[in-house]
């Protein structure tokens, strides 16, 4: 893969693959706040500069997210980012928030917005889907 780096901390890395045409996020340890705002807002921009319809995040190492940041996510980046033209996101969770279904109501919610989301437990598997959507 072709990876184009857009942030690489020790929260968070975010990449572009330009051959896949998906931004890419892997979270190292837990990050909420400015820190993950700013990383997400970046990655915004490079998926409105490159074009990208397809986000992957490997979220397997985050912890919880504050209050705050979940509404900031679904209240605004979110729907700045589907905006920007993201059609389709593969989120990669531990197994258990994924058995504890938590996720459904967001899944529904961005759905309305436009956005396909699925919830997987292996990178391999996301990355397949990805590239079978469009």
């Given at each position: 893969?072709?990876?184009?780096t857009i942030v690489d901390t020790d929260f968070i890395t975010i990449q572009y693959l330009s051959d896949k045409k998906i931004i890419y996020h892997v979270i190292h340890s837990p990050i909420?706040?400015?820190?993950?705002?700013d990383a997400l807002n970046a990655g915004t921009e490079?998926?409105?500069q490159y074009g990208a319809t397809k986000w992957l995040?490997?979220?397997r190492?985050?912890?919880?997210?504050?209050p705050e940041d979940a509404e900031w996510g679904f209240n605004v980046w979110n729907r700045r980012t589907v905006e920007m033209?993201?059609?389709?996101w593969a989120l990669v969770v531990p197994e258990a928030i994924e058995a504890a279904g938590s996720l459904m109501p967001v899944i529904d919610s961005l759905y309305q917005l436009g956005l396909r989301m699925r919830v997987f437990t292996k990178l391999e598997e996301a990355f397949a889907w990805?590239?079978?959507v469009e």
């Open positions: 893969m072709t990876a184009i909420s706040g400015q820190p993950l705002r490079a998926l409105r995040s490997d979220d190492k985050n912890g919880p997210l504050p033209g993201w059609k389709y990805l590239d079978s």
